[in-house]
T-cell receptor, first 114, second 114 residues
């Protein structure tokens, strides 16, 4: 089974802090994604990556950056956390170019910014 | 741009009732369509998918048919159980230019009462 592991289930950070959310997958998938989940808004794509050191902006990249130094690891960075970034963050991985291949999700990190 | 619209929830049903969760989409080209389920405290997992018009995806008693003429992919189950209580997301994956990312609907919460 594919395993996507997010390093933290819950995080509480203060406004202005730099926050790192880590994600690791064990299936050698090329694609990795960060989504944000908010009630009534579903999942919105923040950033994705289809190769090491490659990244593409999703629909809501403002206030976020990402890093992919190794194929299995994809990090989401909040440069200066703000209260409107309080949310559930979901990491996913998938196979490049197979558009009908499903994504595999981690269990999520619930981030609270105070 | 591409988008997915789901019926608003929450949906509350008694055990053994019939379930329909409506999903319609807007997309250029020929997307693949998915239903994902999120159980409490977990990430999303694939429930079923369909990759072309008139395909029927099915899994765990759930079914959905890809209707191109009505741009719909409604989720159905003949007899729900308490264990089906979860949040259900409809999603699409665009065609040839896609890099594997999914566009999600806003999610529909299902609560099944004994």
């Amino acid at each position: 089974d594919v395993k996507v592991t997010q390093s933290s289930r819950y995080l509480v950070k203060r406004t202005g802090e730099k926050v790192f959310l880590e994600c690791v997958q064990d299936m050698d998938h090329e694609n990795m994604f960060w989504y944000r989940q908010d009630p009534g808004l579903g999942l919105r794509l923040i950033y994705f990556s289809y190769d090491v050191k490659m990244k593409e902006k999703g629909d809501i990249p403002e206030g976020y950056s990402v890093s992919r130094e190794k194929k299995e690891r994809f990090s989401l960075i909040l440069e200066s956390a703000s209260t409107n970034q309080t949310s559930m963050y979901l990491c996913a991985s998938g196979i490049l170019t197979l558009y009908n291949s499903p994504l595999h999700f981690g269990n999520g990190t619930r981030l609270t910014v105070t | 741009g591409d988008s997915v619209t789901q019926m608003e929830g929450p949906v509350t049903l008694s055990e053994e009732a019939f379930l329909t969760i409506n999903c319609t989409y807007t997309a250029t080209g020929y997307p693949s369509l998915f239903w994902y389920v999120q159980y409490p405290g977990e990430g999303l997992q694939l429930l079923l998918k369909a990759t072309k018009a008139d395909d029927k995806g099915s899994n765990k008693g759930f079914e959905a048919t890809y209707r191109k003429e009505t741009t719909s992919f409604h989720l159905e189950k003949g007899s729900v159980q308490v264990s089906d209580s979860a949040v259900y997301f409809c999603a699409l994956s665009a065609g040839s230019s896609n890099t594997g990312k999914l566009i999600f609907g806003q999610g529909t919460t299902l609560q099944v009462k004994p």
